[in-house]
């Protein structure tokens, strides 16, 4: 690539039956500010069978300020949906490929700081950004502590990460030829897949925490029921990851019983002493476990059969 060159950045969204929330994720873009000496492309991979992203797309095809391309992939699944978007950006000549989620909406210097950091590491590493939540009016206050963490500080490296704010050198699906897995295409966790064949490939992954996006939180995530299947399903994905890297089934038995077991004591000391965050905290982490140990008998997930905040 030379000085001349335009750097062309394909902007993923991969959106299914959330009209509403992918048009101010779109608002967000049009208010953003562009990294000088690129050219900025958003591209929409619709899941939806009904299209129902079209008409959003249609009404910011002119007001976006930047590219606006509209794809649809009518087979239901995110790794359907991500592995088109993949495609699209390579159709379009992109030399990065960003993801953001439907449910997200980004500040004004989020795509500048993203690059920035990307090109002081050389422009051949993945950047992970920070996804900062925000809880429905009227949330009880401890969930903050549930939903909010310290984050991690900008060059942390990471074994991987999600699609939900994160910089991807296109060679990493171009050179390389890493996909998303289309196997259980309603199945969660093929975003922390994809990205731990990546570093297993020799690709690195660094987070900038300068690079935010927020994420909505609808009010029916905030429930135990909802933490506890989210962490169960975590747990399924962690099982296949570790077997995959060699650890081997009888440790992770050992690890995962024992950390159900002490977690859900622990569960039910904190629900004793009205201690809310620690209750959550270990029935997380029990659950989580718990996923892991169904992982290890062969148990699968459908994380998006249902779409929330539609």
Known sequence: MTDTTVVRINIAIC?????????KALASIAAMASPEGTE?????IDNDPQ?????????WQ????????YEHEPRRGIPLARNRAIDVAHQLGAHYLVFIDDDEWVESDWLCELYRYALSLGGKAVVHGAVVPELPQGAPQYMGEIFFDKGRPTGTALGSCATNNVLV?????????????????LAGGTDTLFFCAAVERGVEIFECAEARVHEEIPTSRLSSRWLAKRKYRAGITLSRRKREAGRSAVGLLLSATFQVVLNGLLVLLSAVLFQRVAYYKALMKMSRNAGVLSGLMGATTDSYQKIEGA
Do not use: M, N, W
């Open 51 to 59: 299209q129902s992203a079209k008409t959003v797309c249609r009404d």
């Open 169 to 185: 050198p296109i060679y990493v699906t171009q050179e390389l030829g890493l996909r998303f897995d289309e196997s259980r295409p």
């Open 15 to 23: 959106s299914c039956q959330r009209p509403k929330l992918l048009a």
């Open 62 to 69: 002119t007001k976006l300020g930047v590219a606006l391309h």
């Open 40 to 44: 900025v492309i958003v591209s929409v």
